[in-house]
């Protein structure tokens, strides 16, 4: 119990895993009259940083949106330079994760990807794939509705092969082919940049995720700022439909 108020202390122990909006690179350089570009790679500093503390931390998934589907967009030089920077920060960087027991998965429709970047994430998915640290997802290319629709695709050509039953088709089943089939749903969503809104990440696993904005800009966003959200997250009471009361009185399975 809380001394002051007696109200009872919540603390929901760290996130399991934490999916995060990494907005306002362009903002970043645009404030400081740099090309846009100049944030994004400010925007990956940030990202060693944030994917180190998590795995210090015992986090155990840790999703990044590093390319929406709607992403394609923009000017087509941001686009080039964001694919270069994508497939460079992926060759420097998987080693690293490698020795640091970091599994790499990248989720999104990667058919968009020219071979080369698609080979180089196959490799790095196929290095890292036996780790059993923190398991980072890089979403590129990534929409959630995208995602459903993926899965509707799948189950329906497993309908007509005879290996799902019409019957099966439960929540559990939809999840099983999602692109995060197997990890825990996300309990943390954290957007910076100040715009609060979703912008098509992932819709169906963030149904009871905490969210948390914040106005710092991604390549700003560090350690002390991800402490601050994990402390906001930590704080709250989760009910999952449940009364407070229930919650409290230790009733909840
Ligand atoms: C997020 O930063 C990174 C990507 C979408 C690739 P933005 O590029 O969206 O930055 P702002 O929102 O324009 O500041
Ligand atoms: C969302 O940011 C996607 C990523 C961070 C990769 P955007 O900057 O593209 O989102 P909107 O367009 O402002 O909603
Ligand atoms: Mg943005």
Redesign the pocket.
């Known amino acids: 119990m809380n001394a002051v108020d007696d109200k009872p202390v919540i603390d929901n122990g760290n996130p399991r895993h934490i999916a995060i909006i990494?907005?306002?690179?362009?903002?970043?350089a645009?404030k400081r009259l740099m090309p846009?570009i100049m944030?994004?790679h400010a925007?990956v500093k940030a990202v060693r940083k944030i994917v180190e503390f998590c795995a210090k931390e015992n986090i155990e998934v840790l999703s990044l949106?590093?390319?929406?589907s709607e992403?394609w967009r923009r000017p087509k030089d941001e686009v080039s330079l964001?694919m270069e920077l994508f497939m460079s920060t992926l060759q420097a960087e998987v080693d690293k994760l490698d020795r640091n027991n970091i599994r790499l998965k990248i989720i999104g429709d990667k058919t968009a990807f020219n071979d080369k970047l698609q080979d180089k994430i196959r490799s790095a998915e196929a290095q890292t794939a036996n780790n059993t640290g923190l398991t980072l997802l890089i979403a590129a290319n990534y929409g959630g509705r995208w995602d459903i629709a993926n899965a509707i695709r799948q189950i329906v050509a497993g309908i007509k092969a005879g290996t799902i039953d019409e019957q099966e088709i439960s929540e559990d089943l939809v999840e099983r082919y999602l692109q995060t089939a197997g990890l825990p749903e996300p309990d943390l969503f954290i957007r910076t940049?100040g715009?609060e809104r979703v912008s098509n990440f992932l819709l169906w696993q963030l149904a009871y995720t905490e969210f948390y904005f914040t106005d710092a800009?991604?390549p700003d966003f560090d350690h002390n700022a991800l402490q601050q959200a994990i402390g906001s997250f930590k704080r709250r009471q989760r009910r999952f439909g449940h009364t407070g009361e229930q919650v409290v009185a230790g009733r909840v399975v």
């Open positions: 990494m907005d306002g690179n362009g903002r970043w645009q846009r944030g994004h925007g949106f590093a390319f929406s992403n964001l940049g715009e800009l991604w």
